[in-house]
């Protein structure tokens, strides 16, 4: 429009870009939440202030609504939608200097149709893109302040198990194209787990040879050294004294068998 946008100038812009994010008045009254007084209130307002937003709400309810969300009292997911569209309000694109942002929001936008084209195995969710792999795994994609700046996550059992991946030349491109490598790396996952060491054992299970686990440990060890020589006094020799203490052991009796692995 030829000029910078700090932000709502009414009320009903207020209203709107609250509801456009989703943290609405109406989108979370039914959110059991505490009170806020007026000087909280007021304290809110002269943050942002100071932080150059050109208009707070005038309306008390709006008002309360405002300060509710930047106190954390809905949270921190909804405090964090709004501290993002108030830095997007107030930070011009060319404070990004580092980026080339055609480049950039054209990357974003294949994002967006490529997983628009994997129909309902992936979603653009709240804070985070999900996948659904050809294995029937559930995938999170989400973002990371540092290096390099995203997380992938495997949905198991009502718990988050991250994956270690790492596209190759992935600091060469822009990011959009990294999301859009792994959202189809992991869409087609038993393909690409042929590949992804780290996504292997998600998709095609540890193999059998590494579940096995042999817990008696004097087992173990007879396998490794043999049944330790005794002297006729029945006392370890003194090798195997400093043997055993080196490992911090003190297993005495190693001649019975196992009974099976």
Same mark, same amino acid.
């Given at each position: 429009?030829?000029?910078?946008?700090?932000?709502?100038?009414?009320?009903?812009?207020?209203?709107?870009?609250?509801?456009?994010?989703?943290?609405?008045?109406?989108?979370?009254?039914?959110?059991?939440?505490?009170?806020?007084?007026?000087?909280?209130?007021?304290?809110?307002?002269?943050?942002?202030?100071?932080?150059?937003?050109?208009?707070?709400?005038?309306?008390?309810?709006?008002?309360?609504?405002?300060?509710?969300?930047?106190?954390?009292?809905?949270?921190?997911?909804?405090?964090?939608?709004?501290?993002?569209?108030?830095?997007?309000?107030?930070?011009?694109?060319?404070?990004?200097?580092?980026?080339?942002?055609?480049?950039?929001?054209?990357?974003?936008?294949?994002?967006?149709?490529?997983?628009?084209?994997?129909?309902?195995?992936?979603?653009?969710?709240?804070?985070?893109?999900?996948?659904?792999?050809?294995?029937?795994?559930?995938?999170?994609?989400?973002?990371?302040?540092?290096?390099?700046?995203?997380?992938?996550?495997?949905?198991?059992?009502?718990?988050?198990?991250?994956?270690?991946?790492?596209?190759?030349?992935?600091?060469?491109?822009?990011?959009?194209?990294?999301?859009?490598?792994?959202?189809?790396?992991?869409?087609?996952?038993?393909?690409?787990?042929?590949?992804?060491?780290?996504?292997?054992? /998600?998709?095609?299970?540890?193999?059998?040879?590494?579940?096995?686990?042999?817990?008696?440990?004097? /087992?173990?060890?007879?396998?490794?050294?043999?049944?330790?020589?005794?002297?006729?006094?029945?006392?370890?020799?003194?090798?195997?004294?400093?043997?055993?203490?080196?490992?911090?052991?003190?297993?005495?009796?190693?001649?019975?068998?196992?009974?099976?692995?």
């Amino acid at each position: 429009m030829g000029f910078p946008y700090l932000g709502p100038v009414s009320d009903i812009g207020w209203i709107s870009a609250l509801d456009n994010l989703g943290i609405g008045i109406l989108h979370l009254n039914r959110v059991k939440s505490r009170s806020v007084s007026q000087g909280e209130v007021l304290g809110v307002e002269n943050q942002l202030k100071d932080a150059g937003l050109v208009r707070f709400p005038k309306g008390m309810h709006i008002q309360e609504h405002v300060a509710k969300i930047m106190l954390g009292v809905f949270g921190k997911d909804v405090k964090n939608k709004l501290t993002t569209a108030i830095f997007i309000w107030l930070i011009g694109e060319d404070e990004f200097v580092a980026r080339n942002p055609p480049a950039w929001a054209r990357s974003f936008q294949f994002v967006q149709e490529v997983v628009g084209d994997l129909n309902e195995r992936a979603t653009i969710m709240d804070g985070y893109i999900e996948v659904i792999g050809a294995s029937g795994n559930v995938y999170r994609i989400k973002p990371k302040r540092h290096t390099p700046n995203y997380a992938v996550f495997r949905e198991l059992d009502e718990k988050l198990e991250f994956i270690c991946i790492d596209p190759v030349g992935a600091h060469n491109v822009v990011f959009g194209d990294i999301l859009v490598t792994l959202v189809l790396s992991l869409y087609d996952d038993t393909n690409s787990a042929r590949h992804i060491n780290t996504l292997g054992r /998600h998709v095609f299970g540890t193999p059998e040879r590494m579940r096995r686990r042999n817990v008696n440990i004097e /087992h173990l060890w007879r396998r490794a050294i043999g049944n330790p020589p005794y002297q006729d006094n029945g006392q370890l020799t003194d090798t195997m004294q400093r043997f055993i203490r080196r490992f911090q052991t003190n297993l005495m009796d190693w001649t019975q068998e196992e009974e099976g692995v």
